[in-house]
């Protein structure tokens, strides 16, 4: 059974950084694409940043050039670097998992899309 944790997320003032990690267990698929969502309260789900089996990485244009996401293979682990964070990152932040990977561009899909989540670690960023 696939089971994805996150941890990371807390409170820091604006400018500064986190990073969230996803710890993958049960997880076997070689093809996949994984990534990070988030939402805010009162709002949608919303794709932040992406990474595939082969390595390439999408990112929403609200955080290019401030986030990073990453992935240690070995440690079956995801990361999200967070830089220069700013009140609106503020949000419930969900490692999700989608395998078989078909290829298509793993930016592209929606949180409902994935086929695994985790529980979410919250980020607040204070002014």
């Known amino acids: 059974q696939v089971q994805l944790v996150e941890s990371g997320g807390g409170s820091v003032q604006a400018g500064g950084s986190l990073r969230l990690s996803c710890a993958a267990s049960?997880?076997?698929?070689?093809?996949?694409?994984m990534g990070w969502f988030r939402q805010a309260p009162g709002k949608e789900h919303e794709g932040v940043a992406a990474i595939d089996s082969e390595g390439s990485t999408s990112y929403a244009d609200s955080v290019k050039g401030r986030f990073t996401i990453s992935q240690d293979a070995a440690e079956n682990t995801l990361y999200l670097q967070m830089n220069s964070l700013k009140p609106e990152d503020t949000a419930m932040y969900y490692c999700?998992?989608?395998?078989?990977?078909?290829?298509?561009?793993?930016?592209?899909?929606?949180?409902?899309?994935?086929?695994?989540w985790g529980k979410g670690t919250l980020v607040t960023i204070s002014s």
């Open positions: 999700a998992a989608l395998s078989p990977w078909l290829g298509y561009p793993c930016g592209g899909y929606d949180y409902g899309d994935m086929d695994y």
């Open positions: 049960g997880y076997t698929y070689r093809s996949y694409c």
